[in-house]
Antibody
Framework: EVQLVESGGGLVQPGRSMKLSCAAS????????MAWVCQAPKKGLEWVAT????????YYRDSVKGRFTISRDNAKSTLYLQMDSLRSEDTATYYC???????????WGQGVMVTVSS | DVVLTQTPVSLSVTLGDQASISCRSS???????????LEWYLQKPGQSPQLLIY???NRFSGVPDRFIGSGSGTDFTLKISRVEPEDLGVYYC?????????FGGGTKLELK
C-alpha cells in the first residue's frame, strides 16, 4: 500500500526556517517524481515545487523561488521541503504528492500544517 | 503564468442530478508532445485531494464512469452524471503543460 506521511510542521516566526519531511513507503520511491502542494486556510490548492525521480531537476512556483528548496533522499525514501525566510503568507497545509511524470498526482499525504506567525 | 478559471464557484445539486464544471485556461494546454496535461481532483471535506481525471478525459483507476472529462485547447469540462453523496466536495482542475503548474480556484459541489 502506498503511503506518504508528512512531518515537521508547526508554528514558526516570520523570517525563520522550517524543514518538512515526507516518508514514502509501499512503492519504489526512486522511480517517481515527487511534489509539494499547499493549501492556505479556507483557500484553494497551490502547487509549490516538484523534484525529478533522481533529484537532478527541481521546479518551483515563483513566490517560493530562492526561499524554498525541495530535495530527496532516495536511500531513505524521503522527500523534503526546506523553507527559509518564511512569511505569513506561507501559512498553509503542505501536502506531499507522488507525481507520475507529467501525467498526474496519484497519491497524496495527509498534509502537515505550517503556521508562520509572531 | 497560466490562469485556470473554474465556473461556477459553487454548485448546488440534488442527488441523482447531473453536474457540470468548466475550467477555462488563459493559454492552450496542448504540450509539444501532443498531449494535454489537464487534470481534475476532488477534495472531500477534511481529506487530501484525490485524482479523478488526467490528460483531459482519462479516468484514474477506480473512478466511477459517471465522471466524464472533455475539452481541448483552452476549454475543459468535468461532468458528473447522477451525483451521489460521496461526490460532494471541492473540485479543482490543474495544468502541468506550462511552467509554473497551476490549479483552478475550485468549485464546491454541495447539496441543494
Amino acid at each position: 500500500e502506498v503511503q506518504l506521511v508528512e512531518s515537521g510542521g508547526g508554528l514558526v516566526q516570520p523570517g525563520r526556517s522550517m524543514k518538512l519531511s515526507c516518508a514514502a513507503s509501499g512503492f519504489t520511491f526512486n522511480n517517481y517524481d515527487m511534489a509539494w502542494v499547499c493549501q492556505a486556510p479556507k483557500k484553494g490548492l497551490e502547487w509549490v515545487a516538484t523534484i525529478s525521480y533522481d533529484g537532478s531537476s527541481t521546479y518551483y512556483r515563483d513566490s517560493v523561488k530562492g526561499r524554498f528548496t525541495i530535495s530527496r533522499d532516495n536511500a531513505k525514501s524521503t522527500l523534503y521541503l526546506q523553507m527559509d525566510s518564511l512569511r505569513s503568507e506561507d501559512t498553509a497545509t503542505y501536502y506531499c504528492a507522488r507525481r507520475r511524470a507529467r501525467d498526474y498526482f496519484d497519491y497524496w499525504g495527509q498534509g502537515v500544517m505550517v503556521t508562520v506567525s509572531s | 503564468d497560466v490562469v485556470l478559471t473554474q465556473t461556477p464557484v459553487s454548485l448546488s445539486v440534488t442527488l441523482g442530478d447531473q453536474a457540470s464544471i468548466s475550467c477555462r485556461s488563459s493559454q492552450s494546454l496542448e504540450y509539444s508532445d501532443g498531449y494535454t496535461y489537464l487534470e481534475w481532483y476532488l477534495q472531500k471535506p477534511g481529506q487530501s485531494p484525490q485524482l479523478l481525471i488526467y490528460e483531459v478525459s482519462n479516468r484514474f483507476s477506480g473512478v466511477p464512469d459517471r465522471f466524464i472529462g472533455s475539452g481541448s485547447g483552452t476549454d475543459f469540462t468535468l461532468k458528473i452524471s447522477r451525483v451521489e453523496p460521496e461526490d460532494l466536495g471541492v473540485y479543482y482542475c490543474f495544468q502541468a503543460t506550462h511552467d509554473p503548474w497551476t490549479f483552478g480556484g475550485g468549485t464546491k459541489l454541495e447539496l441543494k
